[in-house]
């Protein structure tokens, strides 16, 4: 399966009864899960090793990460950087990366305030620069 493909069958598997199986049938839901997990991870080494992944695809994998999270940091962080680099003027893309950081570091942090602030005036230019490396600036890597 492709890299398109992949991120449509993680999309039909959120459209399934998923919640239920956990409540109901706990050994299902799990295998269900690492099915799921499977394609995740089937998606970025695919991405890795492919140059000009559908962008779209990209923006939809992010939208279904929101809504149930499979792919975490680095790897959320690169397809992020993906998009921005596709989409950017489309200052919705810079403003749901802010989210993810503040998501995951300290929303109170001097360099993510800079960014976000960067981002709320329209200064697309210098947030997308700067994107890249806030996940080292906000210490998240080594």
Known sequence: ???????NKIEEMLNEDWFEMLETNEEEYEEWRGRLEDHAEQVIMHYDQENGVDVNSIDKLLQLNDEFPLLYGEDTVRLYIALIEARSEDKAVYDRYVDYLAAISDASHEQFLHFHTLVEAGRLEEARQLAPHMPQRLGLEG
Do not use: C, K, V
């Open 1 to 7: 399966m492709n890299f398109t493909e992949r991120i």
